[in-house]
């Protein structure tokens, strides 16, 4: 089996990050197989959590001994997918002894902030998910992460593994200003930030 | 629009016009010349000038797409990932989104004969297709799908199926219009500067 380093690295030479990308929407897996494909990744686009497990290697039906695992850099996932949801499959990933320095990208539209859903932010970062994107994503917040990743920096930064500090609710405001400071559309916003005016700064930034 | 043309003029030598008066048939043949190189400059001239105009169409429609409001900053975005490997990559995503989406919309349309409405699974279906309305741009759509998601959460069956109503009228709108668009800008070529409205 191969060690949890030799997955999280990119490859010696290759030069190009192994991205899976996890998506329910047709439409989302082609436009997002494009901004990995133009940020000069090498691409895999699966439908769902599952397939992403299958592909993995992790949904318990390692056929042989000498099983080789698939070397995957990144991950991007949608968070809302019928079946196993983004934060789902996130956790399976984290438990995962091969798979878990993975970084994991969560995606989401902006219902989510607007339904004030903060829990899905804070409990997909306390889970360990490196960033969280709002969709429809762009070709600067693809540029953004894989350039991070290739530079190694997957491990620092705000990320949280499972055996850090939990951080109790009281805190959760501050989580969030984290979640909106990796997030592309708010980066001048003062923190903490509302989900209202982060609705109103996007409305400005649409033509 | 491609023009064929196929131009042929001939000189015309008076056969009575005994052949030691050169000098009058080199004045003939210089004013032959002049009016052919006139007439092509003009004809190249005028190829230009409908090429120009054609991105200029295409450029107005454009702009009018998104001053009306039926498209937003994505659809600029989905632009900029094609090149010339990829040159039709925005129409093939918009080809995708209706053939995708279509499903989606049959079944809510089956959703909402329901009786009593089945709020979750209408707010559900209709989540799915204003993801996937938002990855193409199409505003207007995802304007009423939001209104729709609001009617499915205050249990409002008429709101639902009036903006239903609206959301297919807007998503026939924006199909005809972007096929229009499409239409124009394979017509007119490659371009060598990208139009970028305001």
Sequence with gaps: MAAASDVFRPEVGSGKLHVLAVDDSHVDRKVIERLLKISSCKVTVVESGSRALQYLGLDGEKSSIGFDSVKVNLIMTDYSMPGMTGYELLKKIKESSVFREVPVVVMSSENILTRIDSFVIDSCLEEGAEEFLLKPVKLSDVKRVTDFIMKGEGKKGHKRSRSDDYSPPSSSSSSISTAFSSVSHSCDLSLPASPSALLSKKTRLSI | ?198
Aim: hydrophobic share 35%; glycine share 4%; net charge positive.
């Design chain 2, 1 to 198: 629009m491609r023009v064929c043309v196929s131009v042929e003029l001939r000189g015309y030598i008076n056969p009575s016009t005994p052949c030691h008066t050169t000098p009058h048939c080199t004045i003939s043949f210089a004013l032959l010349t002049t009016i052919q190189t006139s007439f092509l400059f003009f004809l190249s001239h005028f190829l230009i000038m409908d090429k120009i105009h054609s991105h200029r169409q295409v450029a107005v429609i454009k702009h009018s797409l998104f001053d009306q409001g039926y498209l937003d900053e994505q659809f600029i975005q989905l632009e900029e990932l094609q090149d010339d490997a990829n040159p039709n990559f925005v129409e093939e995503i918009v080809t995708l989104y209706y053939r995708d989406s279509s499903r989606l919309i049959s079944n809510l349309d089956h959703t909402l004969e329901r009786n009593p409405l089945d709020f979750n699974k209408l707010d559900t279906i209709m989540h799915q297709f204003k993801g996937s309305s938002s990855s193409i741009g199409a505003k207007k759509v995802k304007a009423e799908c939001t209104l729709f998601r609001e009617y499915c959460r205050t249990r409002n069956g008429e709101g639902c199926r009036r903006s239903f109503q609206q959301m297919k009228k807007e998503y026939a709108i924006l199909r005809k219009k972007l096929e229009t668009y499409f239409q124009m800008a394979r017509q007119a070529g490659p371009k060598e500067t990208a139009f970028r409205p305001k």
